[in-house]
């Protein structure tokens, strides 16, 4: 657990998945960022600044490997004030780069 993080990220889900499972998987990312996905034309984004936050690495990787055969993309920069940053990445069910200590 950091407190202080600074989180900025896109998810893009693949085409076909039904509204329940959609929800389902927002409300996980949701859970697992602290913060509400901005839903744009093909993609949802997140940034947020967060002073008491307990945002890990750990926990969204976990949610990545839960859905990954929904994702079609992923990438997250996670900045810590008080330890090193975090940076995911997961495209097409595979992992492009995953630094999370």
């Known amino acids: 657990m950091a407190w202080e993080t600074v ?3 896109e998810l893009k889900l693949k085409e076909g998945i039904s509204m329940e ?9 949701e859970n697992a960022l602290e913060c509400k996905l901005r839903k744009t034309k093909k993609s949802y984004e997140f940034r947020n600044i967060n002073w ?4 890990e690495g750990r926990k969204i990787k976990e949610v990545i ?5 929904y994702i079609d993309y992923f990438d997250c920069e996670i900045y810590y004030l008080s330890k090193p ?13 995953c630094y999370v200590y």
């Open 85 to 97: 940053d975090e940076m995911i990445s997961f495209e097409r069910g595979k992992w492009v780069i």
């Open 7 to 9: 989180i900025v990220g």
């Open 65 to 69: 490997e839960k859905w990954g055969k």
């Open 52 to 55: 008491s936050s307990h945002v």
């Open 21 to 29: 499972g959609e929800s389902e998987i927002l409300k996980d990312f």
